[in-house]
């Protein structure tokens, strides 16, 4: 089964300008992410979305891949308000035109490997269901509550603020998209049923370690702290 790999990387970021490529442990946060799939063999072909040209030649300036090309976004397909299952639901038809599948990896979750890569898409085959990546919350959700005027309120009856059971060993373990992989067929992209990339989906679990997601400049400075004792550790 042919499959491609699209990386997105619009210029816009609000919190963070110019997130997509800024410097994590010496070359651009996108660089991880296409690094990752072009190394994975099961990967056919990897689209490089951006609506910056600039973007692009970094990156062909890095990135010594036949498996590469551009697709290169109006101002306007990579705007705040674009979600990038739009995008795809949009324009896929035009993107994977002759691959059966397609592998979305989005460039703000840099430290996913290409031994990831190559489990979600094995999990994809074998399954024969759509897979997305996903973690472990860090913090047990059974003590999630929300705050209307000024008061705590619990969002579930078996809240440990209410039950006492405040044990970390008896909460529950949930978990979340991370961010790093989405793999589907390229045919369901045309069903008009579908609402997200996690319809039908099975999650394929990641270590924290590999799952950080950056959104803003606190994100950033814990991937570099976290690529910091990553090295410390490898010496």
Known sequence: MSLVAIVPARSGS?????????????????????????????????????????????????????????????????????????????????????????????????FRQSVHVEGAIEMFHASGSSVFSASEYEFATTFAFEVIDGKWKTIRDDNPMCTGSTRSQDQKRTYHPNGAIYVMETSRLMDPSLTSLYDGALPYLMDRRYSQDIDDAYDFSLAEAMLKIANTESQ
């Open 14 to 110: 609000k919190r963070l300008p110019n997130k997509n490529m800024m410097p994590l442990g010496g070359k651009p946060l996108s660089i991880w992410t296409l690094e990752a799939v072009t190394a994975s063999p099961s990967v056919d072909e990897v689209i490089f979305s951006t609506d910056s040209p600039d973007y692009w030649d970094q990156v062909q300036g890095i990135i010594d891949s036949e498996k590469l090309r551009l697709d290169l976004r109006s101002p306007e397909a990579a705007g705040d308000n674009v979600k990038i299952f739009d995008y795809l639901v949009d324009n896929g038809t035009r993107l994977f035109d002759g691959h059966e599948a397609f592998l979305l990896a989005l460039p703000t979750c840099p």
